[in-house]
T-cell receptor, first 114, second 113 residues
Framework: SQQGEEDPQALSIQEGENATMNCSYK?????LQWYRQNSGRGLVHLIL?????REKHSGRLRVTLDTSKKSSSLLITASRAADTASYFC??????????????FGSGTRLLVRP | NAGVTQTPKFQVLKTGQSMTLQCAQD?????MSWYRQDPGMGLRLIHY???????DQGEVPNGYNVSRSTTEDFPLRLLSAAPSQTSVYFC????????????FGSGTRLTVV
C-alpha cells in the first residue's frame, strides 16, 4: 500500500489564489518530498523537508511537516496558470532503514484557472 | 548534462514478449529506481538500487528484473509481457545518504496487447 495519501485529490482555483495540498503518511520517515508532474511528463523535485524540520520555504512554495500527526502540507502562494499540474508527496527512508525507497502518494491534481 | 535518459519513449509489445527498458544517468548518482505509473495514480516502486552490484525489490517487483553493473545504467527487463504491465515507466536517480531529491527521466509509455 502507498505510504503517502494526498488530500484533496483534485483542486481548482483562480489565478492569484493560494493552493494548499495535504499529505498524510503511515510510518516513521527520514524526510518528505514534494514533486510536480505536468501532464505526460516526468516528475520534478520541488522541495525536501527533513523529519527534524517543521517548515521550509522555496520561492512561492511553503511546506510544513508535523511528525506527531504524520502529515505535511504544501502551500503555493499567488498561483499561476503554469502551476497547473499534479503534485505528489513522497516519503524518504524509514528511520533505521539503510535503503533508499522513495514511496509516493496518489497525488493532487491542481487546476489554476486564468 | 543530460540527467536521466530513458529509451525508448514508446513501445508496443505483444503478450509474452520480453524487452528491456534502458535508463542511464550521468550525474554519478548512487541511488537509482524504477517506478510505474498507471492512469490517475501515483508511482509504485518496482525495483531500486543503492549502488553498482546492489539491487532490491520495491512494492511491485513481479514480472520485472533488474541489474546494476555500472553506476550509470539501470535497465529494467520485462520477462514475459502481460497486459497488466501496460503503464508509464519512470527511472529516477539520486545522490546517496538520504536527504536528496530524485531526478526523473521523461518516461517510457508501454502498451502490451
Amino acid at each position: 500500500s502507498q505510504q503517502g495519501e494526498e488530500d484533496p485529490q483534485a483542486l481548482s482555483i483562480q489565478e492569484g489564489e493560494n493552493a494548499t495540498m495535504n499529505c498524510s503518511y503511515k510510518t516513521s520517515i527520514n524526510n518528505l518530498q514534494w514533486y510536480r508532474q505536468n501532464s505526460g511528463r516526468g516528475l520534478v523535485h520541488l522541495i525536501l523537508i527533513r523529519s527534524n524540520e517543521r517548515e521550509k520555504h522555496s520561492g512561492r512554495l511553503r511546506v510544513t511537516l508535523d511528525t506527531s500527526k504524520k502529515s505535511s502540507s504544501l502551500l503555493i502562494t499567488a498561483s499561476r496558470a503554469a502551476d497547473t499540474a499534479s503534485y505528489f508527496c513522497a516519503t524518504g527512508p524509514q528511520v533505521m532503514d539503510s535503503s533508499y525507497k522513495l514511496i509516493f502518494g496518489s497525488g493532487t491534481r491542481l487546476l489554476v484557472r486564468p | 548534462n543530460a540527467g536521466v535518459t530513458q529509451t525508448p519513449k514508446f513501445q508496443v509489445l505483444k503478450t509474452g514478449q520480453s524487452m528491456t527498458l534502458q535508463c542511464a544517468q550521468d550525474m554519478n548518482h548512487e541511488y537509482m529506481s524504477w517506478y510505474r505509473q498507471d492512469p490517475g495514480m501515483g508511482l509504485r516502486l518496482i525495483h531500486y538500487s543503492v549502488g553498482a552490484g546492489i539491487t532490491d525489490q520495491g512494492e511491485v517487483p513481479n514480472g520485472y528484473n533488474v541489474s546494476r553493473s555500472t553506476t550509470e545504467d539501470f535497465p529494467l527487463r520485462l520477462l514475459s509481457a502481460a497486459p497488466s504491465q501496460t503503464s508509464v515507466y519512470f527511472c529516477a536517480s539520486s545522490y546517496s545518504g538520504g536527504g536528496y531529491g530524485y531526478t526523473f527521466g521523461s518516461g517510457t509509455r508501454l502498451t502490451v496487447v
